[in-house]
């Protein structure tokens, strides 16, 4: 079993520049793409922004040139840098691993989901 947990969340002033974390453990042979998500109240969750297991990376309209994904390997975290935030930004914000684990020795690949980290943004 794999968990992820997020922090770094909170509230934060317009404009603030906090960053979220999510560390990765549990039985894990690998992580390929790692990726952000929010959901607003009353609202779907949606894509913030993704980072594939080579480094690629990709944004939402909303946050591109705002926010930043990034991850540290060899300690199975990835982190989202959130810059000049809005209050629009203000959601849960949810980490998302697609993890191979190695079970009965089988690799098994699945996705996971962290229980999520509230950013409030007021103006």
């Known amino acids: 079993q794999v968990q992820l947990v997020e922090s770094g969340g909170g509230s934060v002033q317009a404009g603030g520049s906090p960053r979220l974390s999510c560390a990765a453990s549990g039985s894990i042979f690998s992580i390929n793409g790692m990726g952000w998500y929010r959901q607003a109240p009353g609202k779907q969750r949606e894509l913030v922004a993704g980072i594939t297991s080579g480094d690629s990376t990709n944004y939402s309209d909303s946050v591109k040139g705002r926010f930043t994904i990034s991850r540290d390997n060899a300690k199975n975290t990835e982190y989202l840098q959130m810059n000049s935030l809005k209050p629009e930004d203000t959601a849960v914000y949810y980490c998302?691993?697609?993890?191979?684990?190695?079970?009965?020795?089988?690799?098994?690949?699945?996705?996971?989901w962290g229980r999520g980290t509230q950013v409030t943004v007021s103006s």
């Open positions: 998302n691993a697609d993890v191979t684990s190695v079970i009965l020795g089988r690799n098994v690949r699945r996705g996971y």
